[in-house]
C-alpha cells in the first residue's frame, strides 16, 4: 500500500510533463475584403467572407495518470480545453439558455379583431405601432400579408423591421426585409436607413453592405443613399476598432467610403468629418487627423464643433504633444466649447508626465471648475509625479485640498496616500 502511495504521488507531479498545449492562431485582413466589398462589391458579386479578424486559440489537453499494484489501483484523468467557443457553440447555448418565445394567441386574436374588415396599410401600421408584443407584431405582419386584396406599403414594412430590431428578433426582421427587397417599387430612405441601422447595431456587417449596394444600384431613386446612409456606416465602422491595430484597417475602409460619398456628389458635414478625424486619431495616425481639420472650413464649408476638438486633444496628448494641445486647447475655449472629461484627463496626464507640474495642477483645477470629473488615473498619475520631481509636501497639500473639497472619497484617499508613501 505505502508503494502504491508512493507511485501516486510520484505521477502527480509528473503531470505538468504530461500536459502538451497547442495553439493555432489565423488572421484573415479584413481590409483588403471588405475595401474591395465596398468599391467592386456595388457592382459585382459580394464575397462570402467580409471584414472579420479572427483570432481562434485552441488548446487540448488530457492527462491520463495510472497506476496499479497487486492489490489496488488508482486512475485519474483529467480533460479541458480554453479555446475559444465557435459561434455555432455560443449560439447553441444562447438558444439554450434562451428559449424561442410562443406566441400569445389571445393577444394575437385580441389585435385582429380591431382591424376593420378591409383595413388598409395605414390600419395595419397603427395596430403594429400599438402592439408591445414583438412577436405578435411579425405574426400579424404575416397574417396580413396573406389576406386577399391587401398588399404591404413603406409604413407597414417599416414598422415591422422597427418593431423587430428594436427587440433584437434580427431573424424575423431579416424576413420581412427579404420581402422588401422583392417588391422593386416599394421602399424609401428613412426604411432603408432603419434596415441599415439595424444590421449594423446587430453586428451584421456583410448584410449591412448589401443593402447599401442595393440602395446604390437600384432604379428606385427615392431609395439612393444621402448622407444619412453614410452616417449609419461611418459609426458602424469606427464602433468595430478596439485597439489601433484594427482601427486603422477599418480606418481605411471609411477612408474609401468617405471617397465614394464625394464621388457622387454628396457634401460632407461635420458628422462625417468628425468620424475621418476620429478614426485617424484612433489609428494613431494624428497627423492626418489634423490635416482633415485644417480642411473642414477651407474645402468642405464645414466648421468644427466641440467634438472636433476634444478628439484632436486626445489624441495630441496620447502622443505626448502637449504644445500642440495647448493651441487647439485655448483655441477651442476661445469659440466658447467647454472639452469634455476626456481631453481635460489626458491633457492634465501629458502635462504630468511631460514634467510640467505646475500646468498640470492648475489645469485640474481649472477641469474642477468646470464641472468635469477627473478620474482616478489622472490623480495617481499627477501625485506620482509631484513625488517624483521630490516635492512631496506639495503632494501631501494636492492630497488634502482633494479631500477638503470632497473630490475624493476615503477609499480613493487612501490609495493616493499610499502612491505617496512608496515614494517616500
Known amino acids: 500500500m505505502a508503494a502504491t502511495r508512493s507511485s501516486f504521488r510520484s505521477s502527480i ?79 447553441r447555448i444562447s438558444k439554450r439558455n434562451n428559449p424561442k418565445p410562443v406566441l400569445n394567441e389571445s393577444k394575437f386574436q385580441e389585435t385582429i379583431s380591431t382591424l376593420p374588415p378591409r383595413f388598409t396599410p395605414e390600419d395595419l401600421a397603427d395596430a ?24 404591404h406599403e413603406n409604413c407597414t414594412y417599416h414598422i415591422a423591421i422597427r418593431k423587430l430590431g428594436a427587440a433584437k428578433m434580427y431573424k424575423e426582421m431579416d424576413d420581412v426585409v427579404n420581402q422588401v427587397l422583392s417588391v422593386r417599387h416599394v421602399g424609401s430612405e428613412n426604411l432603408y436607413n432603419s434596415i441599415l441601422y439595424y444590421f449594423t447595431k446587430a453586428g451584421k456587417l456583410i448584410r449591412a453592405v448589401n443593402i447599401f449596394r442595393h440602395m446604390t444600384t437600384s432604379k428606385n431613386l427615392e431609395i439612393r443613399p444621402t448622407i444619412r446612409a453614410y452616417h449609419i456606416l ?39 468629418l468628425n468620424c475621418l478625424v476620429k478614426g485617424y486619431v484612433l489609428s494613431l495616425h494624428v497627423n492626418d487627423a489634423l490635416r482633415i481639420f485644417h480642411q473642414m472650413s477651407v474645402v468642405y464649408n464645414c466648421q468644427p464643433n466641440s467634438f472636433t476638438y476634444d478628439y484632436l486633444i486626445h489624441g495630441l496628448c496620447a502622443q505626448g504633444r502637449t504644445i500642440n494641445a495647448r493651441e487647439l ?15 481635460y484627463n489626458s491633457f492634465v496626464n501629458a502635462l504630468a508626465l511631460g514634467g510640467e507640474i505646475d500646468d498640470a495642477v492648475k489645469c485640474l483645477w481649472e477641469m474642477v471648475e468646470s464641472g468635469r470629473v477627473v478620474d482616478m488615473i489622472t490623480y495617481r498619475t499627477l501625485v506620482a509625479e509631484i513625488c517624483r520631481n521630490g516635492k512631496n509636501d506639495e503632494a501631501k497639500r494636492l492630497l488634502d485640498m482633494l479631500r477638503e473639497k470632497r473630490l475624493v472619497d476615503r477609499d480613493s484617499y487612501g490609495k493616493l496616500l499610499n502612491v505617496l508613501h512608496k515614494d517616500l
Open 329 to 343: 486647447l485655448d483655441e477651442m475655449k476661445g469659440k466658447g466649447f467647454v472639452p469634455n472629461g476626456k481631453s
Open 13 to 91: 507531479f509528473r503531470i505538468g510533463s504530461l500536459i502538451s498545449p497547442e495553439a493555432r492562431i489565423s488572421f484573415t485582413n479584413p481590409t483588403s475584403t471588405f475595401s474591395s466589398l465596398l468599391q467592386t462589391g456595388i457592382e459585382g458579386s459580394t464575397p462570402r467572407n467580409f471584414h472579420s479578424l479572427i483570432a481562434s486559440t485552441g488548446f487540448g489537453r488530457s492527462t491520463r495518470i495510472s497506476s496499479q499494484s497487486s492489490h489496488d489501483s488508482v486512475s485519474v484523468s483529467m480533460s479541458y480545453s480554453t479555446s475559444v467557443p465557435t459561434r455555432s457553440l455560443r449560439r
Open 128 to 151: 403594429i405601432t400599438l402592439q408591445e408584443d414583438p412577436l405578435v407584431c411579425f405574426h400579424l405582419f404575416n397574417w396580413a400579408s396573406q389576406q386577399p386584396r391587401f398588399n
Open 234 to 272: 461611418f459609426k458602424a465602422l469606427l464602433g468595430q476598432g478596439n485597439n489601433s491595430y484594427t482601427s486603422h484597417m477599418y480606418m481605411e475602409t471609411i477612408r474609401s467610403l468617405f471617397r465614394q460619398m464625394v464621388d457622387n456628389g454628396i457634401e460632407p458635414d461635420v458628422f462625417a
